[in-house]
């Protein structure tokens, strides 16, 4: 059979994404490679990603190297295939297909397609380019797709069109390894296990020659670290922060936390932790505050009706923040369960793109490494984000008495273009009375 060489693109693995740099080549020319097989690691602005072929055939050539920004869309390898032998085959009957809406070529949404509608279109084998957008700024819709399914709009894809197709519907299938770099602040983790000690890098020092006045050695910036870098530069350089603590007594909370605690476990599973029960805290204060759940647009303030929560979980070599989507309907159960679980994906490496975008308020927990205060840096783009300190016992005045209490710090940063201290005060008030206010008659459920 007649073979072709197919171009493999760099494709969009988020909306606002527009280059990626290939880490490292896990398929060599020469090696035969299936659909959906993993060629080559991607590291983005917001995941890394193992990035799949979209072909099966033989990997002839690579054409963007190890640690090299590739634009979205520009070829990174050529895969010799099978040709299909298209034109000597009849073509098929279509169906007779119903008047369709008139196409917009220009439409500022129509290019933009969602994983989804990527996905059913090429399994489908819908040509995008010939489906009308009913959606906002002419976006292709799934029901778009589906409606051009009914209509006999189906045809077999060929050429670029088939291979951006195929690449959306592995995209599915990405995963995130552990080593993924936020979009957030640094050294941040959620309480779902005893802090480990940081690993630190091996690198090689030349003992036999020191440099000039003094010794030193040097580390590699690697990919990973550089993205760090720049999502860290771009919060602070745009975003004009302010900060401010509060002081909150939890001893009721770890009171009703100890006695709860096991049995929590034996039902459900999980540890019952503090993070929950600072999340509904949030929760609750946002609902009544809620410029803290925005973001800054130029022209206008973006207040988002959604409150999803981004928690901080800490990898080995990195921290990411996956998001709790509508914390505002789940109980304080049920977001024990989501941080359990969003934790133990990010460990395991399963993570999807899906869980680390939408977020629009961020908490972390220094306190797991006996933090009692910190200056935490707002996740870009959004207003805010709270950290939990330690838990320590100290003597506190009560009345006329001193008495030994459990008390914690929260930390707040915030945009001050959007934020004012006037408002964040009362929020940090309202987050501390949710807490203090919690005692036997607590319900999990």
Not at 120 to 138: H, I, P
Not at 169 to 183: E, G, L, N
Not at 358 to 364: A, C, D, E, H, S
Request: hydrophobic residues 40%; aromatic residues 4%; proline residues 8%.
């Amino acid at each position: 059979m007649a073979k072709q060489v197919v171009e493999v693109t760099m494709p969009q693995l988020a909306e606002s994404l527009v280059n990626a740099t290939i880490d490292r080549w896990l398929k060599q020319p020469g090696d035969e490679v299936d659909v959906y097989e993993p060629l080559c690691e991607l590291i983005t602005d917001k995941v890394n990603a193992e990035l799949p072929s979209t072909v099966r055939g033989k990997l002839v050539k690579i054409l963007k190297g190890e640690g090299e920004l590739v634009e979205v869309g520009a070829a990174i390898c050529l895969i010799e295939t099978e040709a299909r032998a298209e034109a000597s085959s009849p073509a098929p009957t279509e169906p007779q297909a119903a008047p369709a809406p008139a196409i917009d070529p220009n439409a500022p949404m129509r290019s933009r397609f969602s994983p989804a509608v990527q996905k059913l279109a090429a399994e489908n084998g819908v040509d995008l380019a010939r489906v009308a957008g009913t959606g906002l700024g002419g976006r292709i819709t799934r029901k778009d797709v589906l409606a051009a399914m009914e209509a006999g709009n189906r045809g077999q894809l060929a050429g670029p069109a088939a291979q951006a197709a195929a690449q959306a519907a592995a995209q599915a299938a990405i995963h995130v390894p552990p080593q993924v770099p936020p979009y957030a602040p640094p050294a941040v983790m959620v309480p779902t296990r005893p802090a480990e000690p940081p690993v630190i890098p091996e690198v090689e020092v030349d003992e036999g020659s020191p440099a000039p006045g003094g010794r030193e050695y040097s580390i590699d910036v690697t990919p990973i670290r550089n993205t760090i870098a720049k999502n860290m530069r771009q919060s602070v350089n745009e975003i004009p922060h302010a900060w401010t603590a509060i002081e909150v007594d939890l001893t009721n909370l770890v009171e009703l936390r100890n006695r709860l605690k096991d049995d929590f476990k034996k039902n459900e599973g999980i540890n019952l932790t503090y993070m929950p029960f600072l999340l509904k805290a949030v929760v609750g204060a946002i609902k009544e505050y809620p410029l803290m759940n925005s973001v800054w647009a130029v022209d206008k303030i973006i207040v988002k009706r959604d409150i999803n929560l981004s928690i901080a979980v800490g990898s080995e070599e990195s921290v990411i923040t996956p998001v709790i989507r509508n914390a505002d309907q789940k109980t304080i159960t049920g977001l024990a369960h989501e941080i359990h679980d969003l934790a133990r994906r990010t460990r395991e490496g399963k993570l999807k793109l899906s869980d680390l975008q939408g977020g629009t308020f961020t908490v972390n927990n220094t306190g797991t490494f006996g933090s009692v205060l910190s200056y935490p840096i707002i996740n870009y783009p959004q207003a805010a984000i709270l950290t939990l300190e330690a838990i320590v016992k100290r003597p506190v005045v009560i009345g006329e008495m001193i008495g030994i209490r459990s008390m914690v710090n929260l930390c707040l940063s915030f945009d001050h273009r959007i934020l004012d201290g006037i408002i964040c005060g009362r929020f940090h008030q309202k987050v501390k009375e949710i807490l203090e206010s919690y005692g036997p008659d607590t319900k999990l459920y």
